[in-house]
């Protein structure tokens, strides 16, 4: 049996429900903690579920922001400092991570609060997670408020990379699976994932 | 053992390998079929990995196209026509979902060259794929083309959702697990996933 919602139902739903049929829509999420510093030297740890790929070559990032809600931190760090962190969260450190969305007051490093151990690169001044498998290491490029909804679209260029040398193979891929990786759906539900296998380039 | 990258190394390397990193680098990727028509009634299918939640109320969804590959079809329709579908893409549907991004003529829909069914809502002229689990309608209400590398932005405004009933939990949660939804790494691995389970709202 099919549901079917228009729209006047939908808005017509509780909040919450709301909140969690529409973030559920998009599918799996990739599950990213986002590293910042400020500077005084306070970094800052937000776990961010809206990472895409923008582009390969200039290689390119992309995620958004909600600016009333905790990472408004995260955002007038990078601001700042026109540099943040993606580190990808795995099957250990998803707890910790999802942890890290509670309102903790600035002065209190979400890396202390969770258990996590900041790691600097020469490449940038903010930090790495160094419990996460793959760390990537962003500037600031593009920056834009959404008129639809004052969220916040940020864009950064990838400068570092640093992943255990066996996830990668050598066309490039690299194994997720391998790596712990997990991924989210909604706003609080974690998964593992298994690869069905690779698809050839396909041709008409 | 670390592999490190800095930016002149990516720079450096060979053009699939740098694709195909970069591409992993974002994580575990939602999968979806992107509906359009023109207005002479020619459908057309392409499968995104860059669809992401934008925000739940309005109900919200954003999608990143490649205005110089395939998808330029969809662009196209869904600015002439102001709307489009999203369809999940689950794992009876994958190897069909992946040969919509093969290069065919415009006369040829895509539904027809994989064997696929559109469908039709009242509400929007987009065709819905009739085989997908998770399928939403939206209206286009913001474009914009990225500085950075001239992908095209889309954010569109859910008006219709339509799924299985026993997918959807009495709170708002949907069962992508259930549903046999898959999630992409990099341009074409393909995953299943398994709930780790649901997490509590955090407090510090």
């Given at each position: 049996?099919?549901?079917?919602?228009?729209?006047?139902?939908?808005?017509?739903?509780?909040?919450?429900?709301?909140?969690?049929?529409?973030?559920?829509?998009?599918?799996?999420?990739?599950?990213?903690?986002?590293?910042?510093?400020?500077?005084?030297?306070?970094?800052?740890?937000?776990?961010?579920?809206?990472?895409?790929?923008?582009?390969?070559?200039?290689?390119?990032?992309?995620?958004?922001?909600?600016?009333?809600?905790?990472?408004?931190h995260s955002l007038e760090n990078i601001i700042e400092q026109g540099c943040f962190t993606l580190?990808?969260?795995?099957?250990?450190?998803?707890?910790?991570?999802?942890?890290?969305?509670?309102?903790?007051?600035?002065?209190?490093?979400?890396?202390?609060?969770?258990?996590?151990?900041?790691?600097?690169?020469?490449?940038?001044?903010?930090?790495?997670?160094?419990?996460?498998?793959?760390?990537?290491?962003?500037?600031?490029?593009?920056?834009?408020?959404?008129?639809?909804?004052?969220?916040?679209?940020?864009?950064?260029?990838?400068?570092?990379?640093?992943?255990?040398?066996?996830?990668?193979?050598?066309?490039?891929?690299?194994?997720?699976?391998?790596?712990?990786?997990?991924?989210?759906?909604?706003?609080?539900?974690?998964?593992?994932?298994?690869?069905?296998?690779?698809?050839?380039?396909?041709?008409?």
């Amino acid at each position: 049996m099919k549901a079917i919602f228009d729209r006047a139902q939908i808005d017509a739903m509780e909040r919450r429900m709301r909140a969690n049929l529409i973030n559920c829509l998009a599918g799996y999420k990739s599950a990213n903690l986002i590293g910042t510093v400020d500077s005084a030297g306070h970094t800052n740890l937000a776990l961010m579920s809206s990472v895409f790929h923008v582009g390969a070559n200039p290689p390119l990032m992309g995620l958004l922001l909600r600016p009333h809600t905790v990472p408004r931190h995260s955002l007038e760090n990078i601001i700042e400092q026109g540099c943040f962190t993606l580190n990808a969260v795995d099957r250990l450190l998803y707890r910790q991570a999802h942890q890290t969305t509670a309102r903790y007051p600035r002065e209190l490093s979400e890396f202390d609060a969770v258990g996590l151990t900041p790691v600097f690169s020469e490449k940038l001044t903010a930090p790495y997670v160094a419990q996460s498998p793959i760390q990537i290491g962003l500037t600031l490029v593009d920056r834009q408020t959404m008129a639809v909804n004052d969220t916040v679209l940020v864009i950064g260029e990838i400068i570092e990379i640093r992943l255990a040398e066996h996830l990668l193979a050598a066309d490039g891929q690299v194994d997720l699976h391998e790596a712990g990786l997990v991924c989210v759906s909604g706003l609080d539900e974690y998964h593992v994932a298994e690869s069905l296998g690779r698809q050839a380039y396909p041709k008409p």
